[in-house]
């Protein structure tokens, strides 16, 4: 059984930080591009950060300069560093994979976790 599981949430205040954990298990993802999305109250799933297998990143503008993604191919895991946490980015996390960084990008995924919720207070 393929499966993507988040680690990492929880509650920080406004200008902290939290860094998120995704293992995957099942198969090996070390082709595969690897993405953290995210989904707030009363809004639709946007994508947040993403790597492709080439290592090559993507940020949606209201994270660049304040996210990073990484990823440890060995240990089937990707990462999510998130500095300067604001109260917008309160949302629940999904981390994704699929097998194509173009699509990933689009919100189209193979696989999805169940998401970890992130809470920045004022």
């Known amino acids: 059984q393929v499966q993507l599981v988040e680690s990492g949430g929880g509650l920080v205040q406004a200008g902290g930080s939290l860094r998120l954990s995704c293992v995957g298990s099942?198969?090996?993802?070390?082709?595969?591009?690897r993405g953290w999305f995210r989904q707030a109250p009363g809004k639709e799933r946007e994508i947040v950060a993403s790597?492709?297998?080439?290592?090559?990143?993507y940020y949606v503008d209201s994270v660049k300069g304040r996210f990073t993604i990484s990823r440890d191919i060995a240990k089937n895991t990707v990462y999510l560093q998130m500095n300067s946490l604001k109260p917008e980015d309160t949302a629940i996390y999904y981390c994704?994979?699929?097998?194509?960084?173009?699509?990933?990008?689009?919100?189209?995924?193979?696989?999805w976790g169940q998401g970890t919720q992130v809470t920045v207070s004022s």
């Open positions: 994704a994979a699929d097998r194509t960084h173009s699509r990933l990008r689009v919100g189209v995924a193979e696989y």
């Open positions: 099942g198969r090996t993802f070390s082709n595969s591009a």
């Open positions: 790597i492709g297998s080439s290592g090559a990143t």
